[in-house]
């Protein structure tokens, strides 16, 4: 054998080695279920489970157990699977696929870890189920449609056609056709709600079809103001919990908004929230006051700042921390030397002389549970003296537990009743009136009448959508 023969004896035995490679992804594809890229828009890429760099996504790529899939800002793609069922994918989204090696023998799955996926998994197959797992949740699929959005540390999970039984921390929900349900990592899921009697969340749920067409072109600022709306609605749905006196479902809800929106007046409006629940429902000052310093230190333009302040000196008064409800005091006056609490909390920095016949510690009592004018008036089961003020406009200000018995406390009757006339916080961010009003959330069942919440924050519309600057914090 000359040296040539020898040359090119080399050179396709390293060929056909090369080609092998490919041609075992495939078959192992295959083997497993998965199937190949059905269609490609924008930047999708497929990093191979056995590693090395990530490779271009084009149609017909076979994809196998261990790739991780992630679409640009702008891309899109449809994985068609051995058996007819598809997965496709929205924009922003990374996603990795699993096999028999990773779950239970006979199940095939892919592990969403942020983005958007719309399953059709057909009825004929896999022989096993199908499972969506998230950081918080894993949903077990067998023959369906069905669509999941990850934002953050929350999952979203709308049913389409036929059943899913959506688990997280260890609670199982069961999810058929036309509801929506929802949990953030470390918490149960939400009870299933109705989109046929929620608007608002079956248009969301149009939205994400939408999302993963790809015929349909990626719009950003229609997904900025997809999460925005549903931040909206999760709020207004756990003000209509705590009415109903599920305070855990609504911290959750609460929890999940905060996952959705990126609004500075948004987040701090939740965590107000949050502290609420935690200093009237749950007996947890300490709890509360941890949600307030949150909007203390990092919200303090927002109109949540001036209450935050006042609410957290209450509550470090009560647990006992003079000293910082002091640091508070002066932080306040400092900030708002006309505010509408500046008579109450002046008093802890300079305090008044003792009135005669009135120990020490009965004047500091009735200076902390003094009642200001426009504050929800919620009686706490296990601390009924503890209250915390909202701006004028939140949900809970037209809530019928304003009709509470510390209205007609003696208190009232504090010679700091008789200081100068409180002045209103201005809300400049209503409604515009060519906005039109969110749906009132729903609850899921025929025995409970929902009462119509009404929304205080303004929001962006598909005309005009929320700017860059606006929704980066």
């Known amino acids: 054998m000359t040296v040539f023969h020898k040359r090119l004896a080399s050179v396709l035995a390293a060929f056909l080695l090369f080609f092998s490679v490919f041609l075992a992804e495939d078959v192992s594809s295959a083997v497993l279920g998965y199937g ?31 790739d991780l899939l992630v679409t640009s800002a702008t891309g899109k793609t449809i994985i068609a699977l051995s058996d007819g069922s598809e997965m496709k994918l929205g924009a922003a989204t990374r996603m990795h696929l699993k096999g028999t090696a990773d779950a239970k023998p006979g ?58 039984d959506v688990d997280g921390s260890g609670k ?36 994400l079809r939408g999302f993963t067409q790809t015929d349909i072109p990626a719009d950003i600022a229609k997904l900025k103001h997809h999460k925005e709306v549903l931040a909206r609605w999760h709020i207004s749905y756990a003000s209509l919990l705590m009415d109903e006196g599920r305070h855990y479902e609504a911290e959750t809800t609460l929890l999940i908004a905060r996952d959705l929106s990126k609004l500075d007046k948004v987040q701090s409006e939740i965590y107000s929230l949050i502290a609420n629940i935690h200093a009237r429902f749950l007996n947890d000052p300490q709890g509360a006051l941890t949600r307030f310093e949150e909007i203390i230190d990092n919200y303090p333009q927002t109109q949540f700042y001036q209450p935050a302040l006042f609410n957290a000196y209450l509550l470090a008064q009560e647990l006992g921390m003079l000293d910082k409800s002091k640091q508070i005091a002066a932080r306040y006056i400092n900030a708002f030397p006309n505010g509408r609490y500046r008579h109450v909390l002046q008093s802890a920095i300079n305090p008044i002389d003792a009135k005669p016949g009135l120990p ?14 426009q504050q929800i008036n919620t009686p ?11 701006p004028m406009d939140s949900p809970l200000m037209d809530s019928p537990l304003m009709d509470s018995p510390l209205m007609d406390s003696p208190l009232m009757d504090s010679p700091l009743m008789d200081s100068p006339p409180l002045e209103v916080i201005p809300n400049d961010e209503a409604l515009p009136e060519e906005s039109p009003p969110l749906a009132a959330p729903v609850m899921d069942s025929p025995s409970i009448e929902s009462p119509v919440m009404e929304s205080h924050s303004s929001l962006p519309t598909d005309a005009d959508p929320p700017p860059d600057e606006e929704v980066g914090r």
């Open 36 to 66: 190949q890229l059905k269609a490609v828009i924008g930047s999708v890429t497929v990093t191979p489970a056995k590693g090395g760099p990530p490779r271009i996504g084009k149609v017909g790529m076979a994809v196998a157990r261990g």
């Open 107 to 164: 199940t095939l799955g892919v592990n969403l870890l942020s983005g958007v996926l719309r399953a059709s998994v057909t009825k004929k197959g896999p022989k096993g189920l199908f499972t969506v797992a998230t950081r918080g949740a894993t949903a077990s699929i067998r023959g369906t449609d069905f669509m999941v959005e990850v934002r953050k540390e929350s999952s979203f999970f709308y049913m389409n056609e036929g059943a899913i």
């Open 172 to 207: 199982q929900v069961r999810l058929e056709g036309q509801r929506m349900t929802a949990n953030v990592v470390g918490r149960t899921p939400l009870l299933p709600v109705s989109l046929d009697d929620n608007p608002t969340l079956k248009t969301a749920r149009d939205t």
């Open 360 to 373: 020490t510690e009965n004047r500091q009592f009735e200076q902390q549970n003094f009642i200001p004018d």
């Open 380 to 390: 706490s089961t296990n601390n009924p003296k503890r209250d915390i003020t909202l």
